[in-house]
RNA sequence: GUGAGUAUAGCUCAGUUGGCAGAGCACCAGGUUGUGGCCCUGGGGGUCGUGGGUUCAAGUCCCACUACUCACCCCA
């Protein structure tokens, strides 16, 4: 039986790297005020083709999409923000507090798997809703950063970019189009395309020839009105103030419709093709029109399959106490259970019939600090041998002597 | 959706002009009759991705299919 294409098991040799992910953006965000939330997995389609946008790819082709039994077309979440959104605007959270929230899941997208880029994958991302200035804009690349730099990454790279807003994107889509209309001949084919449905994207294309033609292209900041503008500038300052490094592309480009204004991707060369580690930016029409008050909202997602790839786990994985068992498990599991109890160490019973040597290999190749034995001999005088595998040294101790002796050890 | 590459042990990979299926690591056991790391010896594990074809003979050559990988595309 085969596991489903794109999908892929996390087995535990990998999980230490997904808790140590998990651990350090829980605590990065909590840190700045920001609340976890929990949403469906399954959504109602049309919040996703209405929050995404029908042109998109996501939703033209990367869908899992499907009926359910009442004949309700539903669909797998292929990205976080729509249904943060919904949550925001059916709890009515706009009464809550906190308005800064993040989320960590799985999303579903039907592509063609490749390095860094999975059917289910998941991401860990945040959203702020109703805060206009610019300095939170600010805020939220600083803290994608900041945990990103806290899991010890780096030779990362911090690209920004202002896709303006409905009232000056038209304009500069209007002008984009008429410049490379001139060029049309010379663009390669998926070019030609994107000409019609969205020339931003040419901005974009990796091919050289239609990259030399879009170096000379108009640039958005020659149209963006000067609400936009003044944002963006300001977005900029605020990040230099706190000290955050950056670049500004004015090719990036957000695949995403509901985007507007200040855009950001946080950029590895480690990855091949698929670099964008995180990416996000602000989204202020989004509320309102999947239905709820006029509100500006703010986020960023990023790629946890592409953060575990390029997290290192220092240390191996070790543990307190493997209890080298040969007579009987009770009394063992008695130990361990003390020890876990009163000294929270960690403890590791072998259940299997093994001879003691064997037992000793794999409690050193568990990176055990003790290991117990527990045989026929130590039975009969009432005592367990106690080895410090680090040292060496082992002595005997009296079964009712155990814990106060190993309490002592750790002091 | 498009293109290229790959598919042999749990993992990483050798395998010559077609001629008995291999190594390293991992696993298990023994050397040490109850004590890890180093060393030595032995062992278990394979429908050579699947299905056809050519041939006395196919892991090897041919065809088809499938999966994986990378790139395009898209995106986190």
Known sequence: MDILRGFKDILPQEMRKWQKLEKIARETLELFGYKEIRTPILEKTTLFSRGVGETTDIVEKEMYTFLDKSGESITLRPEGTAGAVRAYISNHLENYPFKKFYYIGPMFRYEKPQKGRLRQFHQIGIEVFGVQDPSVDAEVVYVDKIMLDKLGLTDLRIEVNNIGCPNCRPKYM??????????????????????????LRILDCKNKTCRNIASNAPKIHEFVCDNCKTHYEAVKENLSKINVEFEENPHLVRGLDYYTKFVFEIITDKLGAQGTVSAGGRYDNLVEELGGKPTCGIG??????????????????????????????????????????????????????????SMMKKADKMNANFVVIYGKN???????????MKKSTQKEVKIEKFLENEVEKWQ
């Not at 002008?175 to 969205?198: A, G, Q, V």
């Not at 790629?303 to 997290?311: A, D, N, Q, V």
């Not at 403890?347 to 299997?352: A, P, R």
């Open 300 to 357: 960023f997602a990023s790629g946890c399959e592409r953060l575990i790839e390029l997290i290192d786990l220092g240390d191996n994985q070790s543990i307190d106490y493997y209890f080298a068992c040969l007579e009987d498990y009770t009394t063992c599991l008695k130990l361990a259970k003390e020890l876990a109890d009163k000294l929270n160490k960690t403890t590791y019973i072998e259940y299997e019939n093994r001879s003691l040597k």
């Open 174 to 199: 209007k002008s984009l189009k008429n410049y490379f209309e001139k060029y049309r001949e010379e663009l390669c084919d998926d070019c030609k395309n994107r000409l019609n449905r969205n020339p």
């Open 378 to 388: 130590e039975k009969e005088k009432g005592i367990v041998i106690v080895k410090d």
